[in-house]
């Protein structure tokens, strides 16, 4: 009984005909690689994420300055906001008030 030993595979996905290291290990498989090379995977998993990115659900009334940021980036932005305005004599306690003391 012979035993041949192929490098190559091809991709379920774009059809090209590719080395094996072209290819993510997969258990389940039968030669133990994924279906799909390893660059039609990264594709289909950049789409997947932009798929799932969550947008506002008010996008018409978003400030398109921060409509590129993160929500974490955007959190950052109102923490320095806050710090600068606590500076400037204002307070936040749920919700902006300006103090302001008088010398009699």
Known sequence: METTTTTTKTCSKCGQELPLTSFYPKKRAKDGLQYWCKECQGKRSKEYYKAKTITP???????????????????????????ELRARGYNYEGKLTYLQEIKL
């Open 57 to 83: 659900p008010h996008s018409e009334l978003s400030n398109p300055e921060l409509a590129s940021l993160q929500p974490r980036e955007i959190i950052a932005q109102i923490k320095t906001l806050i710090k």
